[in-house]
């Protein structure tokens, strides 16, 4: 009698077995069934291009070629594929390896005409009776300026059919979009480092003679201070003037501001009154390189050096939510809102023209005064968008209040990077 048990709870077992499997084969189609094939088939074409889209954003090198051109492949649909640039073979995934000499000077040809070919058997002839290679589509990629920058080459059993052509066209038209927003990447990136200069050409000139003026007074009455302002003199213009990475957190540049300020209360005294107010939560937030020091040197140069008397300058960062609250506020002299406004546009105008003397020099009231400001905002914009320029809050007589919004994360924005 057991045995019979035992037998007939094996069957039930094997039952049960089969029929968990059969309700996930059920299951699993169903699941399949949701998606239609177009469906499916435009999600793995835009899966694979996005795979090719990120080498190539990176930009037309043999690396960043050697890992689009896979996907690449499987965009066209091709035996091979070969990314060149103007000269030479960067990577081919495929067949034609051994072609690839007269695959060169066919991008060669299409790189310098700018127009696209088709090979036949007899550009393509070779010594090997077992090579399946008959023809191939050769289309030019065209970069940022309109220039042909490399050539896409797609690698035919036979003779190249119209559906090959048009999807090699197609593609290197799209992977040509990918290299032109490298391009453009890296002229932002370019743009970014040519302002961070011009605020360092800013800071030289006139802060390193006050600053070396206010040591030289200390080096006999009281050389320990001297000594100590040196120092500190030392370490701003060590961070200033810093080769590397376009983005600081905002401690650094609070520890920056710190000596500048240090520096300025020995040439000013105790005229000057500093009032920091600073979340301890928001130190790690990462915000452009030298974009919160010109602030607070236009507040102590503009606002408060011409006011009689003491001046107060106010530094504070709060936390808010998702994004990070900064102002810089002074009761100084303040300034005319239409002149302000006039001179970041001639700034703007002169930037667009060119780094003339105006955009260097400044306008308004004293060389360089909205120098700071238009250079700052800017780089806010291009970073984090326009929704986060500088708000500036002025008036003759009202002193200066200018607040930044800085978001808490960003893509692609790392201290030190």
């Not at 909205?370 to 929704?387: A, Q």
């Amino acid at each position: 009698m057991g045995g019979n048990l035992s037998g007939v709870f094996g069957v039930v077992s094997l039952l049960a077995a089969l029929g968990a499997a059969l309700f996930a084969v059920v299951r699993l189609r169903a699941r399949r069934g949701i998606a239609t094939a177009t469906q499916r088939a435009t999600y793995e074409v835009l899966h694979t291009a996005g795979l090719a889209a990120e080498p190539l954003r990176a930009g037309l090198s043999g690396t960043n070629a050697a890992k689009a051109v896979r996907h690449l492949r499987a965009l066209v649909g091709a035996a091979g594929l070969a990314l060149t640039d103007r000269e030479t073979l960067l990577a081919l995934d495929g067949r034609g390896g051994h072609h690839d000499a007269q695959l060169v000077a066919a991008a060669r040809r299409a790189v310098a005409t700018g127009r696209s070919t088709v090979l036949g058997e007899a550009e393509l002839s070779c010594d090997r009776v077992d090579c399946p290679v008959r023809g191939a589509v050769v289309a030019p990629l065209t970069g940022a300026d309109g220039r042909e920058v490399g050539a896409l080459v797609a690698v035919a059993d036979g003779q190249p059919a119209p559906g090959l052509v048009q999807a090699t066209l197609e593609t290197a038209h799209w992977a040509g979009n990918q290299l032109a927003l490298a391009e453009l990447d890296s002229s932002r990136e370019r743009l970014a480092r040519a302002e961070v200069r011009a605020l360092r050409a800013q800071i030289s000139p006139h802060f390193i003679y006050n600053a070396l003026t206010a040591i030289g007074s200390f080096v006999r009455t009281d050389p320990d201070r001297a000594r100590e302002l040196i120092l500190e003199f030392a370490e701003f213009t060590r961070y200033s003037f810093r080769a590397h990475g376009e983005f600081t957190t905002l401690a650094e540049e609070l520890r920056s501001i710190d000596r500048y300020l240090t520096i300025e209360r020995a040439r000013f005294g105790d005229r000057l009154q500093v009032r920091l107010q600073i979340a301890p939560e928001v130190l790690p937030v990462t915000l452009p390189f030298l974009c919160l020091q010109p602030l607070v040197e236009n507040a102590v140069r503009h606002g408060l050096s011409r006011k009689p008397g003491t001046g107060m300058v106010s530094i504070e960062a709060r936390d808010a939510g998702t994004e990070c609250h900064i102002t810089v506020e002074d009761d100084g002299v303040g300034m005319d809102p239409t002149t302000l406004t006039a001179g970041i546009a001639e700034l703007a105008g002169a930037a667009a023209g060119g780094p003339g003397d105006a955009a260097l020099a400044g306008v308004g009231d004293e060389p360089g005064q909205h120098v700071g400001l238009s250079n700052v905002d800017e780089r806010l914009r291009s970073v984090f968008g326009d929704g986060f320029g500088l708000v500036v809050e002025t008036g003759l007589g009202s002193g200066t209040r200018v607040s930044m919004r800085v978001p808490k994360f960003h893509p692609g924005v790392r201290a030190g990077s």
